[in-house]
């Protein structure tokens, strides 16, 4: 089953704009993670933010999360040609087992 | 080694064969995650360990799909009779298990193609 669903599917933007991907969830969560993939390979975890925190940043990347509107947005600033990826959301949810669950992903197109 | 190893990177097998995969996860790791991914698709959960016992099997797409793990170590999947919809591309990741959650480290994973 998938917890996440991303919005939008896909991106596409100039470089140096900045990049916003949306992901909504259904449970109660311990934590939500967001992960990049190149070239439909191994993912590389971003960042994560527990459930009581509301925003984090890391180097280029904010990460926000509404845990009343069960969402979270990533956002990238000043986007690069190399930031050309799918990024996925994923939930660890509160009840059970520690299990990622994953999103479809939003497949980011950063053009020179 | 450094990271998840997954073998073989790919494999091609004929309809009704059955594969073995492998994940070597990093070491100390207790958690052991396997997806799958179909083309252009999200991520499938499909089973998960803590140390070697898999107290969530929800994902496994049929019984003709299971996986063990070795302690702490090394973990198989199995898929038996292969079909062509088992084509894609099969995850492994691994975590330390801490209460406030932690990030999950992936292979790169093994393309499966049944022809």
């Known amino acids: 089953s998938q917890q996440g669903e991303e919005d939008p599917q896909a991106l596409s933007i100039q470089e140096g704009e900045n990049a916003t991907m949306n992901c909504s969830y259904k449970?109660?969560?311990?934590?939500l993670q967001w992960y990049r993939q190149n070239s439909g390979r191994g993912l590389v975890h971003l960042i994560l933010i527990r459930s009581n925190e509301r925003e984090k940043h890391s180097g280029r990347l904010r990460v926000t999360l509404d845990t009343s509107k069960k969402s979270s947005s990533l956002l990238i600033t000043a986007s690069r040609a190399a930031d050309t990826a799918s990024y996925f959301c994923a939930t660890e949810e509160s009840s059970g087992y520690s299990t990622l669950t994953f999103g479809k992903g939003t497949m980011l197109l950063v053009s020179p | 080694g450094a990271g998840v190893s997954q073998s073989p990177s790919n494999k091609v097998t004929e309809k009704g064969k059955d594969v073995e995969l492998r994940c070597d996860p990093i070491s100390g790791h207790t958690a052991l995650y396997w997806y799958r991914q179909r083309l252009g698709q999200g991520l499938e959960f499909l089973i998960y360990?803590?140390?070697?016992?898999?107290?969530?099997k929800s994902g496994l797409p049929s019984d003709r799909f299971s996986a063990e793990r070795t302690g702490e170590s090394v973990s198989t999947l199995t898929i038996q009779r292969t079909q062509q919809e088992d084509s894609a591309v099969y995850l492994c990741?691994?975590?330390?298990?801490?209460?406030?959650?932690?990030?999950?480290?992936f292979g790169q994973g093994t393309r499966l193609t049944v022809v």
């Open positions: 449970t109660s969560i311990n934590n």
């Open positions: 360990f803590q140390g070697n016992s898999a107290p969530d």
């Open positions: 990741a691994s975590s330390p298990w801490r209460r406030v959650g932690t990030e999950a480290f």
